[in-house]
């Protein structure tokens, strides 16, 4: 199946840290994405585990993966009112296309 | 930094008559998507090109949406008639051999 799913909306304070979970279904899977909504615009490309990985840490981003239980984590450090936007999840095939399904979306609010 | 360009940035049309919208991926991405993303949605994929050949339209509803993208660089969007259910965001996004797929700042359409 094609499915990936988020949980709706997350609210933390400022300075906290914020964990944004994910599911997916394809265990064929071989690149995880997490990419970052702000109103009215475009998808900016957060950060992306290979399938074989872990863990992976960029700054204050940490992506975790569990790929026996298809569950994939974004973990926001010292979160910030800057950081309040709709963080979408992907997962990509290893086919020759590429193709990106995506969450609904997780809201983040920031609270100062 | 480059950028997928995308215009207009909104559209607001009635509905039957025809809409296109534009796309200029970043230069040298061989890969070209245009996903679809209703609000409270993630986006899904409408086309891929890979240089000016279409690989995957499978979810482009053909009897009103059209692309092509004729010399393999930029791409056009066309949907005749437009219906009260294609008001969405249109997002545009390139690739070039890496995995990332980078996306342009999106078209808001409103069919009124």
């Not at chain 1, 109103?39 to 992306?48: C, D, I, M, N």
């Not at chain 2, 993303?37 to 986006?43: D, N, S």
Request: proline letters at 4%; a negative charge.
């Amino acid at each position: 199946g094609e499915d990936v799913e988020q949980s709706l909306f997350l609210s933390v304070r400022e300075g906290d840290s914020s964990v944004i979970n994910c599911t997916y279904t394809d265990s064929s899977s071989t690149y995880l994405y997490w990419y970052k909504q702000e109103p009215g615009a475009g998808l900016q490309l957060l950060t992306y585990i290979f399938s074989n990985m872990d863990m992976k840490q960029d700054q204050r981003l940490t992506v975790l993966l569990n790929k026996k239980d298809k569950h994939l984590s974004l973990r926001i450090a010292d979160t910030q009112t800057g950081d309040s936007a709709i963080y979408f999840c992907a997962e990509s095939r290893g086919d020759s296309s590429y193709k990106l399904i995506f969450g609904s979306g997780t809201r983040l609010l920031v609270r100062p | 930094e480059a950028e997928v360009a995308q215009s207009p940035r909104y559209k607001i049309t009635e509905k039957s008559q025809a809409v296109a919208f534009w796309c200029d991926p970043i230069s040298g991405h061989a890969t070209l998507y245009w996903y679809r993303q209703i609000l409270g949605q993630g986006p899904e994929l409408l086309v891929q090109f890979q240089d000016e050949s279409v690989v995957d339209d499978s979810q482009l509803p053909k009897d009103r949406f059209s692309a092509e993208r004729l010399k393999g660089v930029d791409s056009t969007l066309k949907i005749q008639p437009a219906e009260l259910g294609d008001s969405a965001m249109y997002l545009c996004a390139s690739k070039a051999g890496d995995l990332m797929q980078y996306f342009g700042p999106g078209t808001r359409l409103t069919v009124t």
